[in-house]
């Protein structure tokens, strides 16, 4: 049985989580919830699972929370804050974390999981690239299980021999894009891309804050970012290729000429339940793939001209120590900016490379460093947006 401590139940990876748990009651008991500010979920799920302890990671809803939870007989404790969310993945008993909260916030109890050496299903990749080394170490002293579940690490973990890159003959690893809603559209148009249909992505139901990085093409650039931490392969030998189907996750091509792919119909309850179970596969629910069905398979190699962000990943990874950090906070910052309206769509690369280019990036030795560095990137972008830059007007030079 395993006692999962579920960050981020309230999203859509917390949503596939509790869909695997309602299926397999008798292998998976949820301990503990968590949520931001979306007290009414968090409440209903309380209800129907009855975990020990919820909690609100923002204190001001708190109260909100106490009110709704206390008139449904549900013997859940509440609890509120950034220490709530170390406490759910500190109860007792629990022994997985699934880390499905969006950006940085999951950082601190995504690094306690693996720090307590829980099974952590690791979806929270924000976490990984801002801390990168610091948090591989942590998992190799505490003895935790990292399963990838972004599905095209998760896809690489399935190829390798017992999920490992050591000495296993890798020459390259691929990850697989679908290249997003913009794929196909001119740069003219993507200066006026508006975020609904930043958000309405082709082949996957994500979050928004992911849905735009799959749209920008950052989304890959973190995950060659999380890639090499993963599996410790320098970056050369990480490759993406955009393959519109989302068929084909993830392949790893070995030293003798064999290429292993992992392959399936595009729903994220397949990765999780291989985290979860792994190595058993237990059912899913997950429709079996038809390759008649799915037609023709195309791939081909990404435009970082149209999107840039990808290659600035790359350089982020090169530059080493906090450069991964400061372009995801640079990034989350813009996303937030062009979610809100105040800034255009291509007005997100433009301020990711400008805080790559800018501002100073030093050793990632310490949680520490790693924060301020990403405060510090935060508190930059806010005040680059507020001197107006004008995303929206395609005649705009790069913010520099
Ligand atoms: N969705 C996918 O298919 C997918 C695939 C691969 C990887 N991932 C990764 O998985 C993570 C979650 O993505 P998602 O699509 O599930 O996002 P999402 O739908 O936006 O859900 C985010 C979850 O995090 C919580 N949250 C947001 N801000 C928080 C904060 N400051 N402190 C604590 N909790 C906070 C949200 O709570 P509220 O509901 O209360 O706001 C919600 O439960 C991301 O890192 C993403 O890159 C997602």
């Not at 920008?216 to 189907?245: C, W």
Request: aromatic share 4%; charged share 20%.
């Amino acid at each position: 049985m395993r006692q999962i401590c579920l960050l981020g139940a309230t999203g859509s990876i917390g949503s596939s989580t509790l869909d695997l748990i309602r299926r397999h009651p008798g292998e998976l008991t949820l301990k503990a919830v968590t949520a931001y500010r979306s007290v009414d979920e968090l409440v209903r799920l309380c209800r129907e699972f009855a975990p020990e302890l919820a909690v609100v990671a923002d204190p001001e809803f708190r109260e909100s929370a106490r009110r709704a939870l206390s008139g449904t007989g549900v013997a859940t404790r509440l609890e509120s804050g950034p220490e709530g969310l170390l406490e759910a993945v500190a109860l007792d008993g629990v022994d997985t974390v699934v880390a499905g909260i969006v950006g940085s916030a999951g950082l601190a109890p995504t690094l306690a999981a693996v720090r307590a050496g829980h099974r952590v299903l690791l979806a929270n990749k924000e976490a990984l690239v801002m801390t990168g080394e610091l948090f591989m170490g942590a998992a190799r002293e505490s003895g935790a299980l990292v399963m990838p579940v972004d599905s095209e690490h998760n896809a690489i973990f399935q190829c390798l021999p017992r999920g490992s890159a050591d000495g296993a003959g890798i020459e390259t690893l691929v990850l697989t894009a679908s290249g997003g809603p913009f794929r196909s559209w001119d740069a003219a148009a993507l200066e006026s891309a508006t975020p609904a249909q930043a958000c309405d992505h082709p082949t996957w139901s994500m979050g928004r804050k992911i849905s735009v990085d799959s749209a920008t093409l950052m989304n890959k650039g973190l995950e060659v970012i999380e890639a090499h931490y993963l599996f410790g392969l320098s970056q050369d030998r990480i490759r993406v290729l955009i393959h519109p189907e989302s068929i084909v996750h993830g392949m790893v091509n070995y030293a003798d000429g064999s290429t292993l792919a992992q392959m399936g119909t595009p729903d994220m309850r397949t990765p999780i339940a291989s985290g979860l179970f792994w190595p058993r596969r237990l059912p899913a629910g997950v429709e079996p793939l038809d390759l008649v069905k799915a037609g023709t398979l195309s791939f081909h190699e990404p435009d970082t001209k149209r999107f840039p962000c990808l290659a600035l990943a790359r350089r982020a990874l090169e530059e080493g120590g906090t450069a991964p950090a400061v372009l995801n906070a640079a990034n989350e910052s813009a996303v937030q900016f062009f979610l809100d309206g105040r800034i255009g769509f291509m007005e997100i690369a433009r301020i990711n490379a400008r805080a790559l280019d800018s501002l100073p990036s030093g050793p990632a030795d310490s949680v520490e460093a790693v924060l301020e560095a990403d405060s510090r990137t935060r508190e930059q972008v806010v005040q680059w947006v507020k001197a107006g830059p004008a995303g929206s007007d395609p005649n705009r030079q790069p913010a520099d």
